[in-house]
C-alpha cells in the first residue's frame, strides 16, 4: 500500500512559479513509477509528467515541457513537481499518482494509488 499526500498549491500569478510536493508513506514507494495529473473544472484529467521509480526517465506532456520539472527523492519518500512560468491554464486540481511498477505510463488507468489533490490557480 502506498497513501499520497500532495502540498504546495495557492494562488499565483501568471509567470510565477510553484513547487507542488506528493509525500508517500509505504516501503514500496521506491518501486513505484508517480505521475503528476490535473483536472480543471469541467475538463477531463490529462498527465502532466511521470517519473520511474528511480528518477532516471521522465516524461511530460507537451504542453508543460520546458515549464515544469518532476524530481523525486526516494529517500525521503517525496516527488516534486516544479511548476514555472505557469499560465492561467495551469490552473487546476493536481493530483499525484503511483503505480504498483517501476515504469511510467500516459494511463491514469494504470495508476493504483492516488492523493486527494492539491488546487492551483493562476490569475493574469
Known amino acids: 500500500q502506498v497513501q499520497l499526500v500532495e502540498s504546495g498549491g495557492g494562488l499565483v500569478q501568471a509567470g510565477g512559479s510553484l513547487r507542488l510536493s506528493c509525500a508517500a508513506s509505504?516501503?514500496?514507494?521506491?518501486?513505484?513509477?508517480v505521475g503528476w495529473f490535473r483536472q480543471a473544472p469541467g475538463k477531463d484529467r490529462e498527465i502532466v509528467g511521470a517519473i520511474n521509480s528511480n528518477g532516471d526517465r521522465i516524461y511530460y506532456a507537451e504542453l508543460v515541457k520546458g515549464r515544469f520539472t518532476i524530481s523525486r527523492d526516494n529517500a525521503k519518500n517525496t516527488v516534486i513537481l516544479q511548476m514555472n512560468s505557469l499560465e492561467p491554464e495551469d490552473s487546476a486540481t493536481y493530483r499525484c499518482?503511483?503505480?504498483?511498477?517501476?515504469?511510467?505510463?500516459?494511463?491514469?488507468?494504470?495508476?493504483?494509488?492516488w492523493g486527494q489533490g492539491t488546487q492551483v490557480q493562476v490569475t493574469v
Open positions: 509505504g516501503r514500496t514507494f521506491s518501486n513505484s513509477a
Open positions: 499518482a503511483a503505480r504498483r511498477h517501476a515504469s511510467w505510463s500516459e494511463n491514469e488507468n494504470l495508476y493504483a494509488y
